[in-house]
């Protein structure tokens, strides 16, 4: 993880750029973990024939559950 200064005012979930770089997108953590638990319960649904989708769901919650400030 990278920390960087406090911002004023705080950051919002939403896209963010720095300079001229391309812009991306920030999630915050409380969101973030509610999405992850979003995403598990969505993949948890899908059919076997669906397993690709369900890997690609699982991936994307692990990296937003690395948000968790307890682990």
Request: with cysteine.
């Amino acid at each position: 993880m990278r920390a960087l200064a406090p911002a004023e005012p705080r950051v919002e979930t939403g896209p963010l750029q720095f300079g001229d770089d391309w812009p991306g997108l920030f999630i915050r953590g409380d969101e973030a973990l509610g999405l992850a638990d979003t995403l598990n319960a969505a993949a948890a649904f899908l059919p076997a024939e669906f397993s690709a989708i369900r890997t690609l769901l699982n991936s994307v919650s692990e990296l937003l559950g690395s948000c968790n400030k307890a682990e």
